[in-house]
């Protein structure tokens, strides 16, 4: 059998589930991965067998391109061969000629299955006085190696890699239903959302302009996070709503206690992305809140926000420290370096850290809320991202929807 350079990825938590699950999972994985090469425009052939998925091809431009979907642990170039001892430990050789160094600690680490003839002891043993053969001084160190190979003698073929590229790990996009998510100009959001999305869940934005009230940058930085965003889900729109609450900001000002005016807007935010869920067959409202952050995020005001909604809120920022989030988001590309003026000018001087539900409802009556809602959901723009593009729907098409 001939030596060639193939990927190999490795599959988090599949073993968690049903055989019925694990094969939905893989499914919707395999179609995952094969936007993602369509996408990046390269040609590819998948072969996959119990459980094991290997993609020949260009290996270095489809590890780059797959380690960034959803699902998958890690990604080994690898080499693959015959499966006996000998055909293996050649390509083990090959492999280690370019690393390995005489005095350096080494390990070889030999998986067998369905293969007879031999035990995966044996086959170590065999792949380690191959490589002793050709490049000999390395020290036996199975704990605390600098150069390790894998191998693996499969029925289908031999496997050998030296390399695990670490990919995002996660749930296959499109396993763990439909969210809204409420996205804007700043860093924790985009995370919030990436990290749902790394989870299973496929997203729907919710972006609230609130024109005038918002700093000139912030509105195109939250388009930029959805186009952003919609890169780590290959050949899958992510729709962007965009809502004016300019209106709604001018009721507050004209009517309510200013100080509760950030606790107003989130409550407000998050009904105008209920109603698009209830819309959109969207499950939940994901958003960037995280724990102390800023005023409207103590317990006490996140249980007034809370209770704006039926719909659960989801928010898996709560407990990350800012510099996790911006490491994070420096990753995923939504960390803008100088992301222009992006002030809210409707928080007020000193904002509530503290308040009351009947406070708070009592001080929302004084607008006329559902008239108010109602106007900002039907003059929502609809905007899709899509494979790093984003634009506007028209409202003919968004009618024929
Ligand atoms: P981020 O938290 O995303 O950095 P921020 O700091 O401007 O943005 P916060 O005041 O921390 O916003 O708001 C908490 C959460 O409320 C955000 O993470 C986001 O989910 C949501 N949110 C805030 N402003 C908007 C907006 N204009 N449109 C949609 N959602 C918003
Ligand atoms: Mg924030």
Sequence with gaps: ???????????????????????????????????????????????????????????????????RVFGIVDVSICTTCGNTPEEIGKAAVSLAKEKLKPGMRFAV??????????????????????????????????????????????????????????????????TAGRSAVLLSAGIDSPVAAWL???????????????????????????????RILSTWSPGRAFPLWVVPVEKFLDAVYASCDTHYTCLFCKRFMMRVADKIAANNRLEGIVSGENLGQVASQTLQNMKVITASVETPILRPLL????????????????????????????????????????????????????????????SAELWIAKDGEIYQKERRELVAD
């Design 109 to 174: 680490r030999a998986k067998r299955q369905f293969v007879k003839g031999f035990t995966s002891q044996q086959l170590a043993a065999a792949v380690a006085d191959a490589v002793w053969n050709e490049i000999p001084g390395f020290v036996v160190d199975l704990d605390n190696p600098e150069y390790e190979i894998f191998v693996e003698a499969r029925e289908y073929g031999g496997i050998v890699y030296d390399d695990r590229i670490p990919a995002q790990g996660g749930l296959p996009l499109g």
């Design 1 to 67: 059998m001939m030596e060639k350079r193939t990927v190999m990825l490795r599959i988090g938590e599949l073993w968690l589930k049903s055989e019925p699950v694990k094969k939905q999972f893989m499914k919707t994985l395999l179609r995952n991965v094969r936007a993602a090469l369509d996408v990046a425009g390269l040609s590819y052939e998948i072969e996959e067998f119990r459980g094991r998925v290997l993609i020949h091809g260009d290996a270095g431009q489809i590890a780059a391109a797959v380690s």
């Design 196 to 226: 749902m999305m790394r989870r299973g869940v496929v997203l729907s934005g919710v972006f609230a302009d609130a024109g005038r009230w918002a700093g000139p940058a912030t509105r195109g930085l939250a388009l930029d996070n959805a």
């Design 319 to 378: 407990t990350y420290d800012k510099e996790e989030i911006v490491g994070i988001a420096r990753k995923i590309g939504t960390y803008h370096e100088s992301p222009g003026d992006t002030t809210c000018h409707a928080v007020p001087k000193k904002p509530a850290t503290r308040s009351d539900s009947e406070k708070i409802c009592s001080e929302e009556g004084r607008m006329d809320l559902e008239a108010l809602l109602d106007e900002a959901v039907a």
